[in-house]
């Protein structure tokens, strides 16, 4: 690596506070975009569906601070790694309170610790991100994000095998990723990642047979699917790995087998081709 990780663990404990308003707007595009339609018209004092935090809080770059990849330049918050592919790797996600629209939240965010490793496929560093959400002076959520940088990958290493997925789930969803549901969820999200739409660069450039999945969207429609299968109960908890790519070269599915006393789930997104997308463990109460 050029960056030494000496260098790098110096952002560890390094923090930003930010405030937003939790605006209507963003839930009733999230409810459309998950096809929602009894959401499509949220008010004052509802909740934040989980997984809709992530609407919100988002990093704004100007058009001058952003790389050739549509990803904002390295440094700053986060350190400066400068290995050339950035992915959201996973996270875990616990929901102490209720965020609710209308309220003015505030987050905390800090580095949480950054490691190096050798793969098989060159130099890799981890970093885990903690944020930490408050509303009406509580503490709402807890999350801690992991975020991958690797080494240029050739296209034979972006179209390897993939993990079989498990089968057998009691709650599934097929969704059709297609380039009008990835452009939503980046103006969403305000991600200009160009692997989610620009299809000559993610095929050309990055080498892989299709746009991208957003790895937060998949987490999202997995979180959604155990709103809609557990009604019933509340989302405590969702500790979520990423796996292997999705592209939109067809339907994958989202999938669910909960334990008997329905306070677990395991979870898992299963790609067009039956292999393993993500994987995930939910947590419920009442």
Request: glycine share 8%; charged share 20%.
């Given at each position: 690596m050029k960056t030494d990780i000496s260098y790098l663990k110096s952002w560890v404990g390094k923090f930003e506070e930010r405030f937003n308003k939790i605006s209507p707007e963003p839930m009733a595009g999230l409810a459309a975009t998950l096809d929602r339609s009894d959401d499509l018209d949220p008010k004052i004092g509802d909740p934040v569906p989980p997984a809709g935090h992530w609407l919100y809080f988002l990093p704004v770059h100007p058009m001058s601070d952003l790389g050739s990849d549509g990803h904002g330049k390295r440094g700053g918050f986060l350190p400066p790694v400068d290995l050339p592919h950035r992915m959201w790797a996973g996270g875990r996600i616990e929901f102490l309170g209720q965020l609710r629209i209308g309220d003015t939240a505030r987050r905390v965010s800090t580095i949480k610790s950054v490691s190096h490793k050798r793969g098989k496929s060159g130099d890799l560093v981890f970093v885990v991100v903690?944020?930490?959400?408050?509303?009406?002076?509580?503490?709402?959520?807890?999350?801690?994000?992991?975020?991958?940088?690797?080494?240029?990958?050739?296209?034979?290493?972006?179209?390897?095998?993939?993990?079989?997925?498990?089968?057998?789930?009691?709650?599934?969803?097929?969704?059709?990723?297609?380039?009008?549901?990835?452009?939503?969820?980046?103006?969403?999200?305000?991600?200009?990642?160009?692997?989610?739409?620009?299809?000559?660069?993610?095929?050309?450039?990055?080498?892989?047979?299709?746009?991208?999945?957003?790895?937060?969207?998949?987490?999202?429609?997995?979180?959604?699917?155990?709103?809609?299968?557990?009604?019933?109960?509340?989302?405590?908890?969702?500790?979520?790995?990423?796996?292997?790519?999705?592209?939109?070269?067809?339907?994958?599915?989202?999938?669910?087998?909960?334990?008997?006393?329905?306070?677990?789930?395991?979870?898992?997104?299963?790609?067009?081709?039956?292999?393993?997308?993500?994987?995930?463990?939910?947590?419920?109460?009442?």
């Open positions: 903690e944020h930490q959400i408050f509303s009406q002076g509580c503490l709402a959520i807890s999350e801690e994000h992991d975020i991958v940088y690797r080494d240029s990958s050739s296209p034979q290493q972006n179209s390897l095998p993939d993990k079989p997925a498990p089968t057998g789930a009691l709650w599934t969803r097929t969704v059709k990723p297609d380039p009008i549901l990835l452009f939503r969820y980046s103006a969403l999200t305000f991600n200009s990642h160009r692997i989610h739409y620009d299809l000559a660069y993610a095929t050309k450039k990055e080498g892989y047979s299709g746009l991208i999945v957003h790895g937060p969207l998949i987490a999202t429609l997995l979180m959604d699917l155990c709103c809609r299968e557990s009604s019933k109960m509340s989302l405590t908890g969702f500790n979520y790995r990423a796996v292997s790519p999705i592209f939109d070269t067809g339907p994958f599915s989202v999938n669910g087998s909960p334990s008997e006393d329905g306070t677990q789930a395991t979870m898992w997104a299963t790609t067009n081709t039956g292999g393993l997308a993500m994987r995930a463990e939910a947590e419920f109460g009442r």
